[in-house]
Every structure is written in C-alpha cells, then in structure tokens.
C-alpha cells in the first residue's frame, strides 16, 4: 500500500522537475512577445534564433571553451587519479586537500578568486582566463569520476600484465587505460558540460569578445523576456537530454574482459 | 554512432545557412543608409573593436552595417551603470576601445589619467554636433570625450495604477500605498540624488550629515521598492511587474510608445540632467579602427537611428531632420525648458566622497 | 586502493612528476587566488590607478559584522538552510522510490533526474521566471479562472527565491542520497519485518539511520550552493533579497571595493569549509555509531 502512495509521490516529484521546463518549451512555439496565454502556433522565435549572430558567436566561443577545458581536464585529471592510486605520495593529504576544494567551495569564491588572480597578474581577460578558470575547477571532478571507476576496477588484470613482464607504462598503456576509456570518456564528458553550463566562472573572468553561451542568456533575460530565450532553451533542454543519456550509457559499462 | 552524428551536424549546419538569409523581422527604419566613409585608410583599420556601452543604447542593425561597410569585427559588451564600466576599467587589461560614460564619469576617468586623447582628424564629423553641445565645461575642445545622447532621470508612472495627481513630486514617492509597486534605478548617484532632493540638498553635496539623512530616508523607501534595475526596467513597468518607479527618460519614452497609459512625471523640485559621452579608453588597442567608429556614429543618419530605437535626446543636429514630430513633443525626449529650470547635473566628487557614496548604496541595497 | 609491494611500485618521485601538472594548475587557479584574497581582504584600499592593494587594516571584516551586512549573511543562511530542509523533504521519498525500483527501471529513472539537473542553470532559473512573473503562467492561469482579478506579485520576492534554490538544487540532494540508498543491504529491512516491525517502524529504526551520511551529504551540497549563489537571488529576488553571493559580486564589479569584497568572499568560505568540517565529524561517527 506504501508502495502505491510512494508511486504517485514519485509522479508528483517528476512533475515539480519537469513542468517549469516543459511549458516553457511549449511557450517557444506561443505566437506572443509577452502574454502566456496562448495565441497560435509559430515557429518565428526559432527562424529568429537562428539569424541571431551574437548567439551564434556565443555558442562557438563557448564550444571552444567547453572542448579544450573537457582535453586539458581530463589529461591532467587521469594524471593526477593514476598517480594518487597505489603510489606512496609524500604529501598526500595536502594534495587530496586541494582537490577537495573546488568541489566544496561555491563558484563565487572560485570567480573572484580567478579575477583577482588575473587583475593583480595583468593577465588581460578574455576566453583563455575562461578556459583556465574552467580547468582548474573540472580537473577535481575528473579525478572523483576515475577513482571511483579505479576503485571498482578489478586489480588482478594489471597485476597479470605485471607478472608478464609488462613495465609500468606498458600495464598502463595496454591495461589500465582501456579498462578505463569509459571513465575517462565520462569524465570528459562531465568536464564539458560543467564548462558549457558554467556561469559564474565566465562570469567573472570573461573579456570583450569572449561572451559564452550562459553569459549571452543572462544578458537577453536581463534586457527583457524575449520568447528567443524560450527558443533557445528548449533546443539546449533537447541537446542536455542526449548529453545525459550518453554519458549514463558510458558510465554503466562495466568490466569486459 | 559517427554516420548519424555527422548526419545531425550537416542537417544542422544546412538548415543554418539556409534559414540565415530569412529576415529577422526588424523593423525597417526610413532614414537612408549610410555610405562608406573614403577618406578612412582601410590599411590602419584593425580587424577587431571592443566596445563597451549601457544596456538598451546601441541598435544591432548600426553595429552590423558598420561591420560590412569596414570589414571590422565589432565586438560589443554591455554595462549598467558607469561605477560598473568604472570598475572594469580600473582591474586594468580590460581591452575595451570605446565607453560611454556620463559627464561626471568622464571627469573621473580623465582624473585618474584611464583615457586617451582623440586625434580629432579622425573624427571630422565632430562638426555636426549641435552648437549646445560643444565646448562643454568638461572638455571644451572634446579632447577627450564626445557627446553621445543626452536625457534626464525621472518618475515615470503607470496611469492606470497611479493617478497622476497621486505622484506630483519626488516625496510622493515615499506613500505607503506604493508598496512593493516601484522600480528604481540601480544606479547609486541617481537613486541618493531623489532623496537629497526631498531634503533639498543639491545632489553633489558632501556634507556627511545631509547624506546620511538621505540614507535614512533610502531605507525607508525600500519597502516601496520592488526592484532596482537599471537594464530594462521598461519590462518591469509593461509586464504588470511594477507600476511606476524612476526609470532613464529614454526608457519611459519607450514605454510610452509601447502604451499610452504611461506618463513622465517631472516634479517641481528638479531632475538628474545627464549626458553620455563617448570615449576611448587608455591603451586601448584599437585606437584608430574607435575613431572611425565615433565618426561614423556622428553621421547624421546613424545618430539618427540611435534615437529612433532608444529614444533619447540627440546631440547631432544633422540628425534631428530625421527624428518624427511624435517624438519632439514627447516630454520625456524633449523636455520643455521651464521643466528643466532646477535640473541639475551630477558631478566628480573626489576619491574619498565616491567611497561614501558607494558605501551608502552598499547599505541601502542590503 | 591497497598499495602494493614496495618493491615493484615506482618510487614516489615519479609519482610526483605524473600528479605535478595537476597540482600545479590547482594551486595557481584554487590555492593561489585564496591567498590574494587574503591578502586583499586585509588592505585598506586598491591603490589609485593600479590592481594592487595598498595599506593594511582590519575594517572590513569589522565591517562585516556590522548588522547591515551581517543580516544579509543571516538572510542566506536562512534561505540555505530552508532550501536544504526543503530540497531533503521533496527528494528523499523520490530518491527512495527509485532506490527501490526494479534494477532495470531504476536507470531510466534516475536519468529523468539527472537531465533537468544537466539542464543549463540559468534556463532552470528563467523558466520559474516564466512561470511566476505577472503576465506568467501561474498568474494566466489564476487570472483566467477567474480567481483573481489582478496578477499576484509572485516573483522579485524571497519565496521566488527560495522556490529557484529548490528548484534547481534539489537533484544535488537525490542523486547523493540514492547513492546511499541503493548500497544499502536490503537483508536488514527483510530481518527488521520478520521480527514484527510495521514497514514505518522499519524505516525509521533502520532505513533512515542508515541513510544518514546520504542526507548529511546532500543536504551539505544543497545548502553550500544555495549559501553561495548570485544567479537566483539576481534574477529571482528584488530589492529586499539579496544574497551574500550578490554583495560579493556588487562589491567587485561596482562599488571598486576589492577589499571588502575578499573579505565577504572569505567569510563565505571559512563558513563553508567549518559546515564541511562538522559535517565530516558527525557523518563519521554516525556511521560507527550504534544501530538502534
């Protein structure tokens, strides 16, 4: 009986999750500037969204952006998470300290640090302090992806390769990182789309010409509530939905000897 | 996985290109186009601008047509209130080659030594300001700065809400059946000012008594205050959000064209008569390619589209042919003189004095 | 992560020179910035002209505690703490549900959380806009109903605000504590009903403590990133709401006042990692605690 009242709780959870998003979907195709009474079917946000070439150049600076912070992170991630698995690292905790703060502190501490870090350095701001202020924040999440991956990942395989003969590189090369390349297709994954999605970051670290695709949409919603912006969420919604799908399919593999 | 992905891509880049070339529904403006300027040197232009201007001040279609004409990539960066553009400014390696700060901002910026002289060679069209307009106090020569739009900050409310005898002067504003009902501007000079002028102070004043009783009385405003906003306050104001609150003349001005239940409120005591300039920032690394850009936003045709989008009043008088008669008897573009008798402009009041300025608008906005 | 035999495992050196690239990009973009600030935080001012901080002073974190700013920082801890209790009460019973579903639903299931969650923030955020604001759907709907004449004033308030950090937080509440749930040994709720325990009593003698580190650790995110936010009280909040996060960021990019700004930023922080900390300390010995 319990089970039929946690059901349609469920529902009503999934419902709070969904409803905001998917009338706003629905108001993208509403023939009105303003009201949200519907008044026709059109497609004009859509034709207008696609004309609009600020957005446009935000999406490419923010692809840029999200593709190389994704390569750097998840390079410099699997380093870090291969050197702290089964190595004596003298300093380890200072290390699993620094990790653990971009994790723990609110991205507002993380942007004003990174501008201060920038202003005081008179490094000038544009994509590259965006792209370096993404990487520093994503190198953490990779790194908790692939040690969880490590950690469930069986051991004996590289202990075998070891008994072969295999040097330390060659186990790595030839066993480890492809019993891991789903982990690390993931952490990258994740790395691009915490880069796509920042706001705060970029926020505080963006330049002339270095507009992203989140700092774009706060500044359409801010001068006004154009259906443009409802356009334009719905095709990010769609898009999010395939991200999310990929990156479970990724992370469900287990190991295939 | 692949076929279908690079499938999905093409399709995508296909439909962009085609449905490009669809109009975007603007509007079209009746002022003629404008024409490439041949004594600009192609060979000194750079491929990039960065211009940094005030929300809701410069159409695309002038930034676009100006991107054709030149081959110049204009990248354009918006901000809402000058301490803000000041700010950016003042962190240093911004970037920017153009600003547009008011008259007290420009003064600032040329005391701390952040702006560079312009080469006026460039900028022949200099010429079409109106004779009001040049040899300002401030730069009498417009070495420095050059007059961009002008206007003046307000009560602008929604008749149907708020019966014009309801608001005749600026304490009206403090009735407590105004509660939760007002936009302000977000703007720490303009909003102190509307409670100096209760006490009737002069909005430049540095007497720390007269300030804190403002602040005083700033804070007992705030529950009337729904809002402080400075970008688009005018959507606040349509949408039902608000219904009256001191807004830019320029943006009551488009609230009154969208909807003529709206009115602009000058009371007896004064009002903020402000001018934007533009400017060309220290070490900005586009200083020519900036030039040609204020020249060309100096041709008649171009100034004229400025305030046929954002109706502000407009300097150039070359310009003014093109501005309808609607809006030359609108009083919030064109105010009549009489109302502007006790207007006041805001000016530079040192280091030490903006530290409490700013310090009085942190707390008021907490 | 057990080490191996010291005599196959490189030496520690060479692990350094694999973690080094990391570590160095996480010092100078994490660590280093915190020390400026720190730094800044106890200047008086920025020099005229020039990025660098001049003087040295405590006053702005005397000024911090001035009721002025030390309300805001109550405000936000309020509205964090409401928007962790809130986030904890609307998603356990959904985090539960899923836990207990047949293992073939369950991913599908918890992919219908995780895409809002990925969804982009500041969309999440403009669609409540959209639904609250005067000419809204919420309103729309009211007013065509006819239970209303005039729109309600639903948005550019601290209930807006506190509906877009529940909103929008509430999956980094879920997917932590379904972590949680899903490992738990189903063994324990089986012998907790063969010894005659109602399935209310089983959850809360069993189910509930079990879960604990889950809810500690959601509720720990939740509340962080609400306590922290700028987007949601920017968009969502009028006059009156305005949050740490807002101040910090009207310090930095509008009032010039670097220090001040550090200070508040740092303040922020130091609450943080203390929740961290306690958190850490409570989850542990619960979780060695006795089971009742």
């Not at chain 1, 935000?58 to 870090?80: F, Q």
């Not at chain 2, 509307?194 to 300030?211: C, E, F, H, Y």
């Not at chain 3, 879920?174 to 949680?180: K, Q, S, T």
Request: glycine share 8%; aromatic share 10%; hydrophobic share 45%.
């Amino acid at each position: 009986m319990k089970g039929r009242w946690l059901k349609l709780y469920a529902w009503f959870a999934y419902g709070f999750l969904y409803l905001p998003i998917l009338i706003l979907m629905l108001l993208s195709f509403n023939a009105s500037r303003t009201s949200s009474v519907w008044k026709g079917f059109t497609l004009d946000w859509y034709v207008k969204l696609l004309s609009n070439d600020l957005l446009w150049e935000a999406v490419r600076n923010s692809l840029v952006v999200a593709v190389s912070a994704a390569a750097l992170s998840t390079v410099l991630g699997t380093m870090t998470a291969l050197a702290l698995n089964r190595n004596r690292i003298p300093g380890r905790m200072l290390v699993e300290g620094l990790l653990y703060l971009p994790l723990i502190l609110p991205d507002i501490v993380l942007g004003v640090g990174a501008l201060v870090l920038f202003t005081a350095l008179g490094i000038k701001l544009g994509l590259g302090t965006i792209l370096a202020a993404h990487v520093g924040t994503s190198i953490s999440y990779v790194v908790m992806v692939l040690r969880a991956r490590l950690a469930d990942m069986d051991q004996n395989l590289e202990d075998a390769a070891r008994d072969l003969g295999a040097t330390p590189w060659q186990t790595i090369r030839y066993v480890t990182l492809p019993l891991l390349a789903p982990a690390i297709l993931a952490g990258g994954l994740l790395a691009f789309t915490l880069s796509l999605d920042d706001f705060i970051l970029s926020f505080f670290t963006a330049g002339p010409g270095a507009t992203t695709l989140p700092l774009r949409i706060y500044g359409m919603v801010k001068t006004g509530l154009t259906p443009e912006v409802n356009a334009l969420s719905t095709v990010l919604l769609l898009l999010t939905g395939l991200a999310t799908y990929l990156y479970q399919r990724l992370t469900k593999n287990g190991d295939k000897a | 996985m692949q076929n279908r992905w690079g499938r999905a891509l093409t399709a995508l880049v296909l439909a962009t290109t085609v449905l490009a070339g669809c109009s975007s529904g603007e509007k079209k403006s009746d002022i003629p186009a404008v024409t490439k300027d041949p004594k600009v040197d192609s060979a000194k232009l750079t491929k990039e601008l960065n211009v940094f201007n005030w929300t809701e001040y410069l159409p695309e279609s002038v930034i676009t047509d100006f991107e054709e004409l030149y081959g110049v990539k204009v990248n354009y960066d918006t901000y809402s209130s000058n301490e803000e553009m000041h700010a950016k400014l003042k962190a240093g390696g911004s970037g920017y080659d153009i600003v547009v700060p008011e008259i007290y901002m420009i003064k600032v910026l040329q005391r701390e030594g952040l702006l560079e002289k312009l080469d006026k060679a460039n900028i022949p069209n200099l010429a079409n300001l109106d004779s009001q307009f040049k040899g300002l106090p401030h730069d009498p020569q417009n070495d420095y700065s050059i007059p961009y739009m002008w206007g003046t900050t307000s009560i602008v409310i929604n008749t149907e809400k708020i019966k014009p005898e309801e608001v005749k002067t600026w304490a009206d504003l403090w009735k407590p059946e105004f509660k939760d009902r007002l936009v302000m501007p977000d703007d720490a000079r303009e909003t102190i000012a509307i409670a100096l002028r209760v006490d009737g102070q002069s909005i430049n004043t540095t007497d720390k008594a007269a300030l804190d009783k403002a602040k005083e009385r700033l804070l007992a405003l705030k529950p009337n205050v729904k809002a402080f906003n400075n970008d688009s306050p005018k959507d606040l104001l349509l949408g039902g959000e608000v219904w009256g609150g001191v807004v830019w003349s320029g943006e009551a001005a488009l609230v009154i064209r969208e909807s003529d239940k709206f009115q602009y409120v000058i009371p007896p005591e004064g009002v903020t008569l402000w001018i934007d300039n533009m400017a060309i920032p220290k070490g900005a690394p586009n200083k020519y390619t900036a030039e040609v850009f204020l020249n060309y936003l100096l041709t008649p045709e171009v100034s004229a589209r400025l305030s046929e989008e954002y109706p502000y009043g407009n300097p150039n008088k070359g310009a003014l042919k093109y501005i309808p008669e609607t809006d030359k008897k609108n009083p919030a573009i064109f105010p009549a003189a009489e109302s502007l008798k006790k207007a006041e402009s805001l000016d530079d009041l040192g280091d030490e004095m903006n530290q409490i300025y700013d310090q009085i608008w942190t707390e008021i906005k907490g | 992560m057990t080490p191996g035999p010291a005599t196959s495992r490189p030496s520690p050196w060479k692990g350094w020179a694999i973690l080094a690239p990391g570590v160095l990009w996480l010092l100078a973009l994490v660590a280093a910035p915190l020390v400026l600030m720190l730094l800044y935080s106890l200047a008086s001012r920025l020099a005229a002209g020039s990025p660098w901080p001049e003087g040295f002073s405590g006053e702005h974190y005397i000024r911090l505690i001035d009721p002025l700013y030390f309300k805001i920082f109550v405000r936000s801890i309020f509205q964090a703490s409401l928007a962790a209790l809130f986030s904890l009460a609307l998603g356990y019973p959904l985090a539960y549900y899923i836990a207990r579903s047949p293992l073939a639903k369950r991913d599908r299931l918890l992919l219908l959380v995780i895409i809002p969650f990925w969804t982009n923030f500041l969309v999440r955020t403009y669609a409540w806009m959209v639904m609250l604001r005067a000419q809204g759907v919420v309103n729309s709907l009211l007013m065509a109903t006819g239970l209303i004449s005039e729109p309600l004033p639903l948005l550019y308030n601290e209930v807006a605000v506190q509906v877009g950090l529940v909103y929008t937080l509430m999956p980094l509440l879920i997917l932590p504590l379904y972590a949680n749930l899903e490992k738990m040994d189903q063994r324990l709720l089986d012998a907790a009903s063969d010894l005659g325990a109602t399935p209310s009593a089983a959850f809360w003698s069993v189910t509930w403590p079990l879960s604990r580190p889950g809810v500690l650790l959601g509720c720990m995110m939740v509340f962080i990133s609400a306590f922290g936010m700028y987007l949601v009280p920017d968009l969502m909040g009028g006059a009156r709401s305005i949050m740490v996060g807002n101040l910090i960021q009207n310090q930095f990019l509008q009032a010039r006042n670097w220090p001040f700004g550090a200070a508040a930023a740092l303040a922020l922080t130091a609450i943080v990692l203390g929740l961290a900390l306690l958190v850490q300390r409570w989850g542990r010995l619960d979780g060695q605690g006795v089971r009742r």
